[in-house]
């Protein structure tokens, strides 16, 4: 079942800015971090020797000093919004809801890495990661196939759950699915996402509320029945 949003909705729920789990994401590994961190001090140095080479303005040296010393800080939310951006570029959006038809694990090649044994000898270490994959589908034959990062809360995931995300279109009959969200899986509260799109908490207050629609709509149809 696909039901349009409003473009107010749809904007509330995808940020323009980054939320604090989008925040999180993009806030990486340690090692992220410090590279960060190694950017932030090599701008500041570099902007402190064009300083005393060229006498520069101190106020136009502090404002990009600033800006580069906090680079380690802010970058994320720069990779963040950025990302939102790509998805609030679509016109029009939808909440779906359909069930998980099947789901199955499959492992992923992130990357290589070479290194030497004990021996000399080069050895080729490959960076796999486990991942999830749902098919999620609804009685009109629309398909959507899902992948992400597997967490031990998936245990939880089952075949014939409902399952709802957001689509996003440039038809303004959602004919066309051009991009999805997250998963959400009601029953378990349960998210399945590798980056976070959506604001969780507005997402969910959508489908408790679609869900109580369904329910008075499904009373006021069984008490028809009875009536007549």
């Not at 939102?84 to 992130?110: A, E, H, V």
């Not at 959508?206 to 009373?219: G, L």
Request: hydrophobic share 40%; aromatic share 14%.
């Amino acid at each position: 079942m696909l039901v349009p949003l409003t473009r107010q909705k749809f904007e509330q729920i995808v940020p323009l800015i980054a939320s604090s789990p989008q925040y999180k994401y993009y806030w990486g590994k340690f090692s992220s971090v410090l590279q960060r961190l190694l950017i932030s001090v090599v701008t500041v140095a570099v902007l402190l020797l064009i300083q005393f080479l060229f006498r520069l303005e101190f106020g136009l040296i502090f404002f990009f000093g600033v800006f580069g010393g906090f680079f380690w800080l802010w970058y994320p939310i720069f990779q963040a919004s950025i990302r939102n951006r790509k998805c609030r570029r679509y016109k029009y959006s939808g909440f779906f809801q359909g069930r998980i038809l099947d789901w199955w694990i499959t492992d992923r090649l992130m990357g290589k890495q070479e290194t030497v044994n004990s021996k000399g000898e080069l050895v080729i270490i490959e960076n796999r990661e486990k991942r999830i994959n749902l098919e999620i589908g609804d009685d009109t034959g629309f398909i959507v196939e899902f992948d992400a990062p597997l967490r031990p809360a998936h245990k939880a995931i089952a075949r014939g759950q409902i399952a709802e995300m957001l689509v996003m279109s440039n038809r303004p009959d959602l004919s066309t699915i051009e991009e999805f969200s997250d998963i959400y899986i009601p029953s378990r509260d349960l998210w399945v996402s590798d980056y976070p799109c959506v604001r969780q908490d507005l997402f969910s207050e959508v489908s408790a509320r679609f869900r109580a629609d369904q329910e008075q709509r499904s009373r006021r149809r069984s008490g028809r029945q009875r009536g007549g």
